[in-house]
């Protein structure tokens, strides 16, 4: 009963080669969060989605980009991959975007830049 | 914005003994403070929240207790077990965005 499923689970890509990471629901939910999560640190907000609406964290890179063409998909594209943007890839997701409601996370999809 | 600070940062117990991890944060506004647990190589899991208008929460063996006042609050696990062993992050929230302490590795020792 798999609620936030992310596709590929791991993923090896090269320097500067384009790639995109799948997060799919089953919860129905408005909002889906994308974080990166490096090694023995905090996740880190990229940026989320309300319904339709785009929502970018000012640090974000511009080589980070979000897609959502329905409720239940979202995608992170990343343009052209550095070293530094190797890391956990977590999706997340909550209701509404209210301050308590509750995340639930994907397991996550682990990069590699070669 | 919001700002969290955790610690410690790294928490060895005996099988049977207690833990806390404390956490402060910054913007008073802030009004959801949920606890994960994440193992490693798998996903950030909820194990506790509160809300900021109750002061203590308690679910089995943790608990989590907040003072707004002071702009702190804490986690406590009562009689640790070695599958408790895991990393554990505070977080706050207000609006639609929840910021990360910086994540406290709990080594239960047996």
């Known amino acids: 009963d798999a609620m936030v499923i992310q596709n590929p689970r791991y993923q090896v890509t090269q320097f500067g080669k384009p790639v995109t990471l799948s997060c799919s629901q089953t919860l129905n939910h408005n909002v889906m969060y994308w974080y990166q999560q490096k090694s023995s640190q905090a996740p880190k907000l990229l940026f989320h989605y309300y319904d339709k609406d785009f929502n970018n964290e000012a640090d974000t890179p511009d080589n980070f980009q979000s897609r959502r063409p329905n409720t239940s998909f979202c995608f992170l594209d990343i343009r052209s991959p550095g070293l530094g943007d190797a890391a956990m890839y977590l999706c997340?997701?909550?209701?509404?975007?209210?301050?308590?409601?509750?995340?639930?996370f994907g397991p996550g999809t682990r990069l590699t830049v070669t | 914005g919001e700002n969290v600070e955790q610690h410690p940062s790294t928490l060895s117990v005996q099988e049977g003994d207690s833990a806390v991890i404390k956490c402060t944060y910054s913007d008073s506004a802030s009004n959801y403070f949920p606890w994960y647990k994440q193992e490693l190589g798998k996903r950030p899991q909820l194990i506790i929240d509160?809300?900021?208008?109750?002061g203590e929460k308690k679910d089995q063996r943790i608990a989590v207790t907040l003072n707004k006042t002071a702009k702190h609050f804490s986690l406590h696990i009562t009689e640790t077990q070695p599958e408790d062993s895991a990393v554990y992050f505070c977080a706050a929230s207000r609006g639609n965005k929840l910021v990360f302490g910086a994540g406290t590795i709990l080594r239960v020792k047996s």
């Open positions: 509160i809300r900021s208008n109750v």
């Open positions: 997340a997701t909550s209701r509404d975007p209210g301050g308590e409601n509750e995340q639930y």
